[in-house]
C-alpha cells in the first residue's frame, strides 16, 4: 500500500507538525468510517503512524521551522484508541435504540447487501462475543456487526469491553509500528492480520467443536 498516494494521506500531511488539528482529523475521520463512509479506519491509523514517523526523522523529512511540534506517538495512539471505542459505542448504541428496523433500513440495504446482514445478524446471535472481536477486525461489516449488537441487546460493557480488547491489539500497534519502522512496515502489518484472522478461525472451530460435543453428551445423558 503507498500511503503518500492516500487522499487521507495527503489531507492529514498539510498538519504534519499541528497535533491538535490530526487528532481531531482522526476523531472525525474515525466516527465517518463507522457510520460506513469511505474513510477506511485501517488508512487513517496508517497515515498517522507515517506523519508520527516523518516528524521523529528531522534529517530526513525537515520540519517547516525549528519551533514545529511533532505528533507524540503516544498520543496519537491514545486519540485513535479513544475515537475508535467512541465511534464502535456510538453505532451499537443505536442498533440498541433502534433495534432491527434500522439494521434492514433502506438506506443501510443500499450501502450493505441484505445477505450480508443477514449473515452478520446470524453470526452475532450464534457467536455472541467472539462475533464482537472478529468485528473489529473485518471492514466493511463493522458498522451493521457493531449494530447487530446493539439491536440484540447484547451487554453494553461486555460488548465495550471486548471491542476495546480487539482495539487494544490492532489500533496502537499499527501507529506505533509504522511510527518506528516507517512505510515499509505495513507490508508486515497486512500479513500479521492475515495471522489473526487465522487464529480467530481457529478459536472459533474449537468453540463450535466444544458446543457440539456438549450437546451430544446432553443428548446421550
Not at 499499527?174 to 515499509?184: D, K, S
Request: charged share 15%.
Amino acid at each position: 500500500m503507498d500511503i503518500a498516494s492516500q487522499p487521507i494521506f495527503q489531507f492529514l500531511s498539510q498538519y504534519a507538525y499541528q497535533p491538535e488539528w490530526v487528532f481531531m482529523a482522526v476523531i472525525g475521520m474515525m466516527l465517518a468510517s463507522a457510520f460506513g463512509f469511505p474513510l477506511p479506519e485501517e488508512v487513517t491509523l496508517l497515515s498517522v503512524g507515517v506523519l508520527v514517523f516523518m516528524g521523529s526523522r528531522p534529517d530526513l523529512f525537515p520540519p517547516p521551522s525549528p519551533h514545529a511540534t511533532p505528533i507524540n506517538v503516544h498520543q496519537a495512539a491514545l486519540v485513535a484508541f479513544a475515537a475508535v471505542l467512541m465511534s464502535d459505542s456510538l453505532i451499537y448504541s443505536l442498533g440498541r435504540i433502534w433495534g432491527r428496523k434500522i439494521l434492514y433500513h433502506e438506506k443501510m440495504r443500499r450501502a450493505v447487501s441484505v445477505e450480508t446482514l443477514q449473515k452478520v445478524e446470524e453470526r452475532t446471535k450464534r457467536y455472541g462475543m467472539v462475533a464482537v472481536f472478529a468485528f473489529r477486525f473485518t471492514p466493511g461489516v463493522r458498522f451493521p456487526g457493531h449494530l447487530a449488537c446493539g439491536a440484540m441487546k447484547l451487554g453494553f460493557w461486555k460488548f465495550l469491553s471486548v471491542d476495546a480488547l480487539a482495539a487494544l491489539i490492532s489500533v496502537p500497534t499499527q501507529i506505533y509500528l509504522v511510527a518506528i519502522y516507517g512505510e515499509p512496515i505495513i507490508k508486515f502489518l497486512k500479513e500479521v492480520k492475515i495471522v489473526i484472522f487465522a487464529l480467530l478461525l481457529v478459536a472459533l472451530l474449537i468453540f463450535l467443536f466444544k458446543r457440539f460435543r456438549a450437546k451430544q453428551k446432553a443428548r446421550t445423558s
